[in-house]
């Protein structure tokens, strides 16, 4: 399972200030059905989220990497804290659209800025500290 999930046609889906624990795949997926890109104006976004991968992902999100156009334009990213629940993923290999992180945001300066990811090991306790946080 993923974290936000946008497809067949979704929009306009804004995911902020949220701890996604244990997603087995990706913290969001933005592909889906007939409809793989969004259209100008109607964009998904995922900031300022913490998400815990279950998984052994290469990409910590997925969205349609094609350049970007009136008809596919890319999530509003930034300031996501992703982390491994497994400690034999270096977190140094993972990002977006095939890129590490750091490749990512050298090359696309601006659309996720701010992330970072951080391995494991994180404990259900630590988990939970950080939903209190949100909450309280």
């Excluded at 933005?30 to 409809?35: F, K, L, M």
């Excluded at 996501?80 to 977190?91: G, R």
């Excluded at 993972?94 to 601006?110: M, R």
Aim: charge should be negative; include cysteine; glycine fraction near 10%.
């Amino acid at each position: 399972a993923n974290g936000l999930k946008s497809d067949y046609g979704g929009h306009d889906n804004w995911h902020r200030h949220n701890l996604y624990a244990y997603v087995a795949q990706s913290c969001f997926n933005i592909i889906g059905g007939a409809q793989i890109t969004q259209i100008k104006g109607h964009r998904d976004a995922f900031h300022n989220n913490t998400c815990v991968i279950q998984g052994t992902p290469t990409n910590y999100g997925i969205f349609s990497c094609n350049n970007e156009s009136a008809s596919n334009e890319w999530p509003m990213l930034g300031n996501n804290t992703v982390l491994m629940a497994d400690d034999s993923i270096d977190p140094s290999t993972v990002g977006l659209c095939g890129l590490t992180q750091s490749e990512f945001q050298s090359k696309h300066a601006g659309i996720d800025d701010g992330t970072v990811i951080q391995g494991a090991p994180v404990d259900n306790d630590a988990i939970i500290h950080m939903a209190k946080l949100l909450l309280f």
